[in-house]
């Protein structure tokens, strides 16, 4: 139960002051609440852990688990535009006369209006782990759009939130790249898909599942110029992950060693459970995020 199926990585600054106490009582100031009749979508942080429901920023260990939730009104445009034509019609049909464009904007805006309130919602959750000891924020995010709203309500919620892309002294796509030429990536193994993409906006893109990265196919790919862009990789026998050229994680998923340590921990009931899951992230990505750093070069520092 890792928890973060895609990861984002930013490093905060050595020298917040943030604190576990100050950080969920500033997110108790922003709670979540849910759509009002003309709201399109609202945003606002829960308790990550159901059995705390008044801690916002569960604490562990020196780091933080927090969980934003975004509700939101699914209304398509398809659905004013066509309600607003229906109406234009009727108009021109009644009074003999052609709508103008101020007007179709009108009718559109009091469409909207009168729908918001029957539009069926669709809410979402989201986590961010903010560790406090080794100056690292890590989002559960596909996307880094995605992740930099979390991050935005976050700095408005704290006041302040220091932090950046992480840059390493070899890009993802140059180790990643050499790797699959010497079938050796250090402490990570590699996995049977990868991904490698000509330079250029337009460049060819070649996409191996579930194959041997050893074989002649690849070496072609690679004489031609192709540089990788996504690898599968397995790090120590616990995770499995696939690491993109932008230095995201994504497909995170426990192996059979990890899995064994979860179901061999002692928890008897609901607390202890997600206490024990918080600990296997934590400890585990503290291990795996420094070990890829370095496996990439080092970080870049300034």
């Known amino acids: 139960m890792l928890w973060f199926r895609n990861i984002q990585i930013y490093r905060l600054s050595p020298d917040h002051t943030l604190t576990a106490d100050g950080i969920s009582a500033s997110l108790a100031k922003r709670p979540f609440f849910g759509c009002g009749s003309q709201d399109l979508m609202t945003q606002g942080w829960i308790a990550p852990?159901?059995?705390m429901p008044e801690v916002m920023a569960y604490p562990f260990q020196d780091a933080v688990l927090v969980m934003l939730k975004t509700e939101e009104k699914l209304l398509p445009g398809s659905v004013i535009k066509q309600t607003a034509d229906?109406?234009?019609?009727?108009?021109?049909?009644?009074?003999?006369?052609?709508?103008?464009?101020r007007e179709i904007k009108e009718l559109r805006e009091r469409v909207t209006e009168e729908l918001l309130p029957r539009a069926f919602t669709r809410s979402r959750t989201q986590r961010a782990l903010?560790?406090?000891?080794?100056?690292?924020?890590l989002v559960?995010?596909?996307?880094?759009?995605?992740?930099?709203?979390?991050?935005?309500?976050?700095?408005?919620?704290?006041?302040?939130?220091?932090?950046?892309?992480?840059?390493?002294?070899?890009?993802?796509?140059?180790?990643?790249t050499v790797w699959l030429e010497s079938a050796d990536a250090g402490v990570f193994d590699?996995?049977?898909?990868?991904?490698?993409?000509?330079?250029?906006?337009?460049?060819?893109?070649?996409?191996?599942?579930k194959q041997p990265l050893m074989g002649e196919e690849i070496?072609?790919?690679?004489?031609?110029?192709?540089l990788v862009s996504?690898?599968?990789?397995?790090?120590?026998?616990?995770?499995a992950l696939q690491l993109t050229e932008k230095m995201e994680l994504k497909r995170?998923?426990?192996?059979?060693?990890?899995?064994?340590?979860?179901?061999?921990?002692?928890?008897?009931?609901?607390?202890?459970?997600?206490?024990?899951?918080?600990?296997?992230?934590?400890?585990?990505?503290?291990?795996?995020?420094?070990?890829?750093?370095?496996?990439?070069?080092?970080?870049?520092?300034?």
């Open 130 to 137: 903010i560790d406090l000891r080794n100056n690292l924020v």
């Open 219 to 226: 070496q072609q790919h690679l004489s031609s110029g192709k």
């Open 190 to 209: 590699l996995g049977q898909d990868v991904e490698l993409r000509a330079p250029g906006e337009d460049g060819p893109i070649a996409r191996l599942v």
């Open 86 to 101: 229906s109406r234009v019609a009727e108009i021109e049909a009644r009074e003999n006369r052609k709508v103008g464009k």
């Open 49 to 51: 852990a159901a059995h």
């Open 140 to 176: 559960e995010s596909a996307s880094a759009g995605k992740a930099e709203q979390l991050l935005s309500l976050l700095r408005e919620s704290l006041g302040s939130l220091p932090t950046r892309l992480i840059q390493t002294n070899t890009t993802p796509q140059t180790a990643m």
């Open 252 to 302: 995170v998923a426990m192996l059979d060693a990890l899995q064994d340590d979860f179901k061999n921990a002692d928890a008897e009931d609901r607390a202890a459970l997600f206490d024990s899951g918080l600990a296997l992230l934590v400890g585990e990505l503290r291990t795996l995020v420094p070990e890829l750093l370095e496996a990439l070069g080092g970080e870049q520092v300034g």
């Open 230 to 239: 996504k690898m599968a990789l397995s790090w120590q026998d616990r995770i």
